[in-house]
């Protein structure tokens, strides 16, 4: 069930049957309404300032982003709204899955938080070790995870 955690009250999703459901996942404390937009220290890499912010349309993407994020507290998923255009995630779906099968997408306008995921299941201890890993390997590359 998706509920408010502020108020932990079922919240009624904005979607209709013919839109898209987003997610976002972040350690930040949001609220209905807020928005999350670029210009923040990305996650990732040298964890420059972000031109883009980023959304996915599948729970398991939004979970590692709510499982990786820097950041005190428990990871977070919303769900979000654009409030601008969206493209394909670059860094994802030309690189390493052709044809975007993770549903990843950026956008420079801001994102609207519609609602919070707060059943979610996290990846299991190995496979967070594992893609934690495979991360500071890239970093001792200088591969840089997101390219804006």
Do not use: C
């Not at 709204?81 to 975007?100: A, C, V």
Request: aromatic fraction near 8%.
């Amino acid at each position: 069930m998706k509920t408010n955690r502020s108020e932990d009250k079922p919240i009624e999703s904005t979607d209709d049957s013919t839109s898209q459901k987003f997610y976002h996942g972040t350690k930040a404390s949001l609220k209905l309404g807020d928005l999350i937009e670029p210009g923040f220290s990305s996650n990732y890499g040298k964890k420059k300032k972000a031109s883009y912010i980023y959304l996915t349309a599948t729970l398991d993407a939004a979970t590692w982003g709510a499982e990786l994020a820097l950041g005190e507290g428990p990871g977070r998923i919303y769900i979000v709204e654009p409030t601008g255009p969206i493209e394909d995630d670059p860094n994802l779906t030309d690189k390493k899955f052709p044809g975007n099968p993770t549903k990843s997408y950026r956008s420079r306008d801001p994102l609207r938080v519609t609602g919070e995921v707060t059943d979610w299941q996290g990846h299991s201890p190995d496979q967070l070790k594992t893609m934690k890993e495979h991360l500071e390997r890239l970093k001792q590359l200088g591969i840089e995870a997101i390219e804006d």
